[in-house]
């Protein structure tokens, strides 16, 4: 059967739709952060940046429902069956995040009233304040499930551009609002209004592309919800370690140092996840789905050919920025955040974060073949032991005032992070499968792209600014398309052969 004219291409747009969507999303965070810091100071931007780290930690500590929701997606996939179970089952998701979000605010506005004398540190405003933060948190954690499961249908475009107008929304939305009044309870309100609407819009799409449900159920069917929460257990231990490790830090510092230069590490630890928000996030949204469904299929040459493809493409995405950002942040950082305070401080501790970040960019594949292979129990001890280990250290060096301790303690969290998931790797699938497949798809790949961008870095340090900040990235660049060519042109045969088969079956 021929192929439909622009079948070819469309993998690509899809690729490319998922970078627009989540460069695009972060890129507009990352533009916003320095005008929320100008605009609101020092102190109030501090408070500002733990409230943005409590939105990154419950987007990625969300009870595993992302995760399990979009793998369910991907496999149901097709079968209308399979996904009315699916729909029902971010249904009671949903149900669960609200009302989590209401006990969450009804305790913070509740809790003076119950012992003023005990709780005079806290008032009415303050509670307020977390009745805003818990439904505006949860809202972003039900945007967050719905894009991934747009993206398990393969709706990658519909969720990129939703992405992308919710962000720039939001941001403008905020600035305008602070512009008038300069005030945490403003950023709040401008944040949670927005955030809200954009969950109403992107359900709307997500539940016209499942098609209508095949039946109806109770929402609050008690064996199904418990059913949900069973499955979740390991991957509510996985994800709650890693975003209480990446996410804590900043509460860390601010309570052991202060809010100002938790600010400070805030701007730092941002710059520093580029490789992992922008880079490798977009990557990992498209092979996921790929990986559970031929996982789930049983085809076991098709999800080794995604596997080399899926970790080859990581090592082009990642490692050419990575060096640039590092080795160059001199010249980026004034170009983001021009005159902020503490420049120096972030460039400091900013390049050992980034090292850790770039290691666990570069090492996606792992986490979701083991996730495809429902290995979570393993993910869930490796993601606790690693993250009571960093938050320990964390808490020793800050309270030191030791702030590069701190970033060297995330350093080892990522490393070991990084070599515990490719040692199960290798446990599950083999070591010799395993050590070709690290030679192939990430030691030849970095180190071609590594020496590309060192060898022009060094050749230009003395030429004009431009051409020294252009070039090397440029010749990594370039490194890079050369490699994935080659990768093309190796797996074509493979993949035409595969076509040819399935379209015999």
């Given at each position: 059967m021929p192929r439909r004219p622009g079948a070819r291409i469309a993998p690509l747009l899809d690729v490319a739709a998922l970078f627009g969507g989540r460069v695009g999303g972060i890129v507009v965070t990352l533009l916003f952060i320095p005008r929320y810091h100008a605009l609101l100071g020092g102190s109030t931007f501090g408070a500002v940046s733990i409230v943005l780290s409590l939105q990154a930690f419950f987007l990625v500590s969300?009870?595993?429902?992302?995760t399990l929701i979009s793998r369910d997606?991907?496999?149901?996939?097709?079968?209308?069956?399979?996904l009315t179970r699916v729909v029902w089952m971010r249904r009671r998701a949903e149900a669960l995040l609200v009302a989590i979000a209401v006990a969450i605010g009804a305790i913070g506005l509740l809790w003076p009233l119950v012992s003023p004398d005990r709780f005079s540190g806290w008032s009415f405003e303050d509670g307020v304040n977390v009745a805003m933060i818990a439904p505006l948190v949860m809202a972003l954690v039900g945007i967050n499930i719905v894009q991934l499961s747009m993206n398990a249908l393969g709706a990658y475009r519909a969720s990129a551009a939703t992405a992308v107008i919710g962000a720039i929304a939001r941001a403008g939305a905020t600035v305008a609002v602070l512009t008038l009044v300069p005030t945490l309870r403003a950023f709040l309100v401008a944040q949670l209004m927005l955030a809200l609407v954009h969950l109403v819009g992107v359900r709307w799409m997500l539940e016209r592309s499942c098609g209508p449900a095949r039946w109806q159920e109770p929402l609050f069917q008690r064996g199904a919800i418990a059913d949900l929460l069973r499955r979740c257990v390991p991957l509510t231990v996985y994800t709650l370690a890693s975003a209480a490790a990446v996410n804590l830090d900043k509460t860390i510092v601010s309570g052991f140092i202060s809010l100002e230069t938790a600010g400070s590490y805030f701007l730092a630890t941002t710059y520093a996840m580029?490789?992992?928000?922008?880079?490798s996030g977009p990557i990992n949204s498209y092979f996921a789905p790929r990986v559970a469904h031929?996982?789930?299929a049983g085809d076991e040459a098709g999800e080794n050919r995604l596997a080399l493809l899926f970790q080859t493409v990581l090592m082009c995405a990642v490692v050419g920025p990575s060096l640039s950002l590092g080795l160059?942040?001199?010249?980026?950082?004034?170009l983001w955040l021009r005159s902020a305070s503490g420049i120096d401080q972030i460039a400091t501790i900013a390049p050992i974060l980034l090292a850790g970040g770039a290691l666990s960019a570069s090492g996606f594949y792992p986490t979701?073949?083991?996730i495809a292979g429902g290995?979570?129990?393993y993910l869930a001890k490796l993601s606790f032991a690693c993250g009571v280990a960093v938050l320990v250290a964390a808490a020793w060096f800050a309270s030191r005032g030791d702030l590069i301790g701190v970033a060297w303690s995330y350093f080892a969290f990522y490393a070991a992070g990084f070599a515990g998931l490719w040692l199960r790797l290798g446990h599950v699938a083999g070591w010799r499968w395993l050590t070709r497949f690290l030679a192939a798809s990430y030691a030849v790949p970095a180190a071609v792209i590594a020496l590309s961008y060192l060898l022009v870095y060094a050749g230009t340090r003395s030429s004009p600014w431009s051409i020294a900040f252009a070039l090397p990235t440029t010749a990594a660049a370039l490194a890079s398309l050369a490699i994935l060519a080659g990768l093309f042109v190796h797996l074509r045969p493979k993949m035409r052969c595969a076509r040819q088969q399935e379209q015999t079956r």
């Open positions: 969300d009870l595993g429902l992302a997606t991907a496999i149901a996939r097709g079968d209308a069956a399979a580029v490789p992992i928000a922008v880079l031929a996982r789930h160059q942040i001199h010249d980026w950082l004034p979701t073949r083991l290995d979570h129990n």
